[in-house]
């Protein structure tokens, strides 16, 4: 396929009983550039905004739940498997209930949740044990960190969809 081919095919509508559609995305792509009032622009403003409140609100955490030297980061990995749970009942939220406005995910899923959450200071935390003589720990955390964020989402997302089952239920009595 050459490239004037695949111009071709990026300025055709997107079926979408043969593509997946992100609802952040428009459907029908021009070749014309937009605005930053109609492009980007309030995407990126509402992640900027959302991700200073997850961080405020990760750095709140922090200062609440503080972890001296080179003890177990139990404040960060608590963060980072309520955020993934917040995730998972977030996006079954958006997917399967509410048609949200468009900047709403971008706003919540990216910027608040993903700054509250926090690959950054897992990082460094593990770095912090390994130096300080505790690998093994740091290679717990790690993994407990791995198998807590991703049990946090799963959890969440099948007890989201079952209360979600549940009110339909209720709603139709």
């Known amino acids: 396929m050459g490239a004037e081919r695949r111009s071709e095919v990026a300025a055709e509508p997107i079926d979408p009983d043969v593509e997946p559609i992100d609802p952040d995305i428009d459907l029908v792509r021009t070749g014309r550039r937009q605005g930053v009032l109609h492009g980007q622009g309030p995407i990126l403003a509402v992640v900027a905004v959302g991700g200073a409140l997850g961080a405020a609100a990760r750095y709140g955490a922090s200062l609440i739940w503080p972890v001296a030297g080179a003890a177990f980061p139990w404040t ?18 958006l997917s399967e209930v509410w048609a949200a406005h468009r900047l709403v995910r971008p706003f919540f899923g990216t ?3 993903g700054g509250f959450t926090t690959f950054s200071t897992y990082a460094v935390d593990i770095e912090r044990l390994v130096e300080a003589g505790h690998a093994r720990t740091g290679l717990a955390y790690l993994a407990l960190t791995l198998f807590a964020a991703l049990a946090a989402v799963w959890c969440a997302v099948a007890v989201t969809r079952r209360v979600v089952v549940y009110v339909g239920r209720e709603a139709e009595r």
């Not at 960060?76 to 939220?93: D, E, H, P, R, Y």
């Open 76 to 93: 960060t990995l608590a963060v980072n498997a309520v955020g993934c749970a917040v995730i998972g009942v977030f996006m079954v939220v």
């Open 111 to 113: 910027g608040v949740l």
